[in-house]
């Protein structure tokens, strides 16, 4: 590796390699059925398998256009008052499902020790922006109320997502600062989120082709989404809200849309929020979901779970 070259890890490499050897077709050239099946399985091919859990539990709540599906875990069968985590997926807003990040919510439950409601929130270009984010504050404020369905007492709200999912953590947690639901955020946690506009940024270049996540694949993202980049439920970093919950901030360093976690970052600093932030070096976006294919992949998201606990018992 050259003084210009970024590092890679050699697990992460090892998985690039096998990528590049795979030759795929990029995302704009094939259809949304098969860019979606393809992404799928990725995450089918390169996660690590699912947790056997006490409850696996799929629910749905009323959403502005008709239900929203959910998915409930939880490694305990009853427990007692306490958090809920609410976990948004990663696809670009266009891709991506319930069962995309199946397994990765499953891990979340497990090592958190704490429910996990997963948001099936409706996708572009079928209902492009802002439906996503609408879906996901209603199921969020849904799940505060702490009804029934739930079986579990709600004392307060963990956001989580990646990627798209990152964005709508920190869209939500600002809504939901605006106008509170029924419960606080205790911590919101946007991995490797999409929060300014990372189009033309210096990570967009540098990582633009061969890292997974690519600045054509963003692109076709953006087509089908069609965000209002003047609107901060598509560009968050456009008004920190006073009352930002306590942040985890996780950023990937070979990721076309790193610096736009890093400006998230930085404007909550700027605004006085109390965060932490953790750029995982040698790895590319989408992380959390390769931990059998790079298997240092699991460390760096028990670290993630580490850092959230830190912070949730600091607040309580």
């Not at 929203?68 to 069968?77: G, N, V």
Request: proline share 7%.
């Amino acid at each position: 590796m050259s003084a210009n070259e970024p590092f890679v890890r050699a697990d992460m490499q090892a998985f690039l390699d096998m990528l590049a050897a795979m030759d795929g077709p990029p995302l704009a050239d094939v259809t949304l059925e098969e860019a979606r099946g393809a992404y799928l399985a990725l995450h089918a091919m390169a996660d690590a398998p699912a947790r056997e859990l006490a409850i696996i539990k799929d629910l749905t709540c009323p959403g502005p256009a008709g239900d929203i599906p959910l998915r409930l875990y939880d490694a305990r069968d009853t427990r007692e008052a306490g958090p809920i985590i609410t976990f948004y997926h990663g696809g670009g807003f266009v891709i991506g499902d319930l069962n995309t990040h199946h397994n990765l919510c499953t891990e979340i439950a497990a090592q958190m020790d704490l429910p996990v409601v997963a948001v099936d929130y409706r996708l572009a270009p079928e209902a492009p922006f802002p439906a996503a984010i609408e879906d996901c504050e209603a199921a969020t404020r849904w799940i505060a109320s702490g009804p029934a369905e739930l079986g579990r007492e709600v004392s307060s709200l963990v956001l989580i997502g990646d990627s798209a999912g990152g964005n709508a953590s920190i869209v939500v947690s600002q809504a939901l600062a605006a106008k509170p639901a029924a419960v606080p955020v205790a911590l919101q946690v946007p991995i490797f989120p999409l929060a300014s506009d990372a189009i033309g940024s210096a990570s967009m270049e540098e990582f633009s082709d061969g890292f997974v996540l690519t600045k054509a694949s963003i692109e076709f993202f953006e087509l089908h989404y069609q965000p209002d980049k003047s609107d901060r439920r598509a560009i968050p970093t456009l008004a920190i809200h006073q009352n930002t919950p306590p942040t985890l901030v996780v950023t990937a360093s070979l990721d076309p849309i790193r610096d736009s976690g890093r400006d998230y970052a930085a404007a909550i600093a700027a605004a006085g929020v109390d965060h932490t932030f953790i750029e995982v070096k040698g790895v590319t976006h989408s992380f959390a979901n390769l931990r059998k294919a790079v298997p240092g992949a699991q460390g760096d998201l028990e670290r993630i779970f580490a850092q959230m606990k830190f912070m949730l018992e600091s607040a309580s």
